[in-house]
């Protein structure tokens, strides 16, 4: 089983960026797509980015396209998410995921969840 911890969350000011990421641990983390989500308050859970076990291929949300982007290291099983140009609207909990059916913005296709690291952005 793979667990995931998600860091790197914070406040900063509109304009800024901030850094996630998400380490993987346990038996294997081989053969697992990896994507984050994030939560508002009051809010559905949303798709932000996801990426393909080989690192080749990555899928964004519209709302954050040019601005996040999403990165793996297999040899070190950690999946970061660079956020530029944040936006008051960027500020939820995020979330990693582990997916090894392949990399969806579907959240209920994800096996694995991390516990959320809190992103808030002032304006």
């Known amino acids: 089983q793979v667990q995931l911890v998600a860091t790197g969350g914070g406040l900063v000011q509109a304009g800024g960026s901030l850094r996630l990421s998400c380490a993987a641990s346990?038996?294997?983390?081989?053969?697992?797509?990896m994507g984050w989500f994030r939560q508002a308050p009051g809010k559905e859970r949303d798709f932000v980015a996801a990426?393909?076990?080989?690192?080749?291929?990555?899928y964004y949300a519209d709302s954050v396209k040019g601005r996040f982007t999403i990165s793996r290291d297999k040899a070190k099983s950690t999946v970061t998410l660079q956020m530029n140009s944040l936006k008051p609207e960027d500020t939820a909990v995020y979330y990693c995921?582990?997916?090894?059916?392949?990399?969806?913005?579907?959240?209920?296709?994800?096996?694995?969840w991390g516990q959320g690291t809190q992103v808030t952005v002032s304006s």
């Open positions: 995921a582990a997916n090894v059916k392949g990399y969806t913005g579907d959240a209920r296709t994800y096996d694995i």
């Open positions: 346990g038996r294997t983390f081989s053969g697992y797509a």
């Open positions: 990426i393909s076990w080989g690192g080749g291929s990555t």
